[in-house]
């Protein structure tokens, strides 16, 4: 019963309701990909109830406006994504491993001390030199596949004039044969 009123008490104090029930942000985002391809977008969808067609709470109606206010204030330089990613971390701001109104299965992004530690550099900086030799394996397998495309091209060619020299060839030969020689 202590528990009961304490979860009771917890969910009270909740601001922002949210429509994926049970089911983990995570699995939502794997599952709306296409459609929510930021986290703006992603937000709108787990706050959007299809059945009073609006938002669950003013407050999630109010952050999700103000998100768009934000993304239209900025310039949009390349990435619509990341911009929006980066104005939903502002407006609700942000902790890692955590992003207010979405709960804990956010992925964090890498504390700095991990950035500071060594095998952690050794390990991103080995994992860029192997992304540099697969492309540069890649390209080569590439030039190597075209070249003997080409190759194979040629050899067909030769071939064709090789068989059109042999049966010329035979052809000779088999009249010199039916041709008798006389002395």
Partial sequence: MKMSQRNSTNRKKQRINHTSGRKPFVRVMEETNEQAPNLVAFYKEVHWSKKKGGFITNTAEQNYNLMLERMNETELDGNMDETA???????????????????????????PSLLNNRNYQRVVEENEKNKNEANLYKNQLEALRSDLLEFKNQFKDYEKVMNTRMSRYESRRESQHETPIDA
């Fill in 85 to 111: 990613n980066a104005v939903f971390k502002e407006v609700l701001g942000y902790r890692p491993g955590y992003a207010t109104g979405l709960g804990h299965s956010v992925i964090p992004e890498p504390s």
